[in-house]
């Protein structure tokens, strides 16, 4: 199993618009072969964080599904990031 969580640090005012930016990308995720959950979330005391958590159940469901990132309306609000990614053993 693979696990993506972290913070992503966004332009000052830009946290909810963030947010909604990704619904579409949540949703396909959550469609996904292989994801097992996916969200994207609005800190609930920094106003300019965003956190990323998601269950992948292979490093190949998730890189298939990955592709290339963010698009680049997700990817121009983004100021820093420091999600990580962990390889959980299976079982």
């Not at 946290?15 to 619904?23: M, P, W």
């Not at 469609?31 to 800190?43: H, Q, R, Y």
């Amino acid at each position: 199993m693979i696990i993506v969580a972290g913070p992503i640090f966004v332009t000052p005012g830009r946290r909810d618009a963030f947010v909604t930016s990704s619904i579409e990308a949540v949703a396909a995720a959550r469609k996904a072969p292989g994801c097992l959950d996916f969200v994207v979330a609005a800190d609930p005391l920094d106003t300019d964080r965003v956190n990323v958590f998601e269950r992948w159940s292979t490093a190949a469901a998730l890189e298939a599904f990955r592709g290339e990132g963010p698009g680049d309306d997700l990817s121009a609000d983004i100021v820093s990031a420091e999600v990580a990614e962990y390889k959980l053993p299976n079982g």
